[in-house]
């Protein structure tokens, strides 16, 4: 099994940058792809980047021009860096992964922007 632990959410104002990270244990993070989405209140969850084993990278078509998700398998952690934040970025950051068919995700970080 994997556990995945994020941190470097915050307040921050519109504008700022951010960079989430996501800790992962219990498994070779080499071989695991990653992802991260995330949950505003009243909203449904929502997909924000992904990244193979290879590297290869995909973003949500809203946030690819803001967003950045490196990984470094050498400290088994996932970024997400995230420039240019508005405040509609504001939302609880979940990284994820999948493990058999199941999803695994952390438990979240918090991301509150002010204007």
């Known amino acids: 099994q994997v556990q995945l632990i994020e941190s470097g959410g915050g307040l921050v104002q519109a504008g700022d940058s951010l960079r989430l990270s996501c800790a992962a244990s219990?498994?070779?993070?080499?071989?695991?792809?990653m992802g991260w989405f995330r949950q505003a209140p009243g909203k449904e969850r929502e997909f924000v980047a992904h990244?193979?084993?290879?590297?290869?990278?995909s973003y949500a078509d809203s946030l690819k021009d803001r967003f950045i998700i490196p990984r470094d398998n050498a400290k088994n952690t996932l970024y997400l860096q995230m420039n240019s934040l508005k405040i509609e970025d504001a939302a609880v950051y979940y990284c994820?992964?999948?493990?058999?068919?199941?999803?695994?995700r952390g438990q979240g970080t918090q991301v509150s922007v002010s204007s």
């Open positions: 994820g992964t999948k493990i058999g068919g199941a999803t695994i």
């Open positions: 219990g498994r070779t993070f080499s071989s695991l792809a």
């Open positions: 990244i193979a084993v290879s590297g290869r990278t």
